[in-house]
């Protein structure tokens, strides 16, 4: 699986302070971003891989909302984030 224990524990080390801290917005943004990117690169081969290209637009929604409700509640670290991940926005 593309996606382990050890990486997941490494994302929320490095943006969400600990890595047991999986509840901050920030390191759930980080794995989203790092799902996305990983069914990107799937989709660029499979293009016709519908169910893949509905996860994909699902987690974009969701990453979109917690980015959002960031921005509402704090906005320095929306922006830290953003900056960090390099998102467009």
Known sequence: MYLETEK?????????????????????????????????EHLKKNRKDYGTQRSLQLLVGKRRSLLDYLKKKEINRYRAIVKELGLRR
């Open 8 to 40: 997941k524990k490494e994302i929320f080390a490095k943006y969400a302070g600990s890595e047991t801290n999986t509840g901050s917005a920030e390191g759930q943004i980080a794995l989203f971003s790092y799902r996305i990117s990983h069914l990107t």
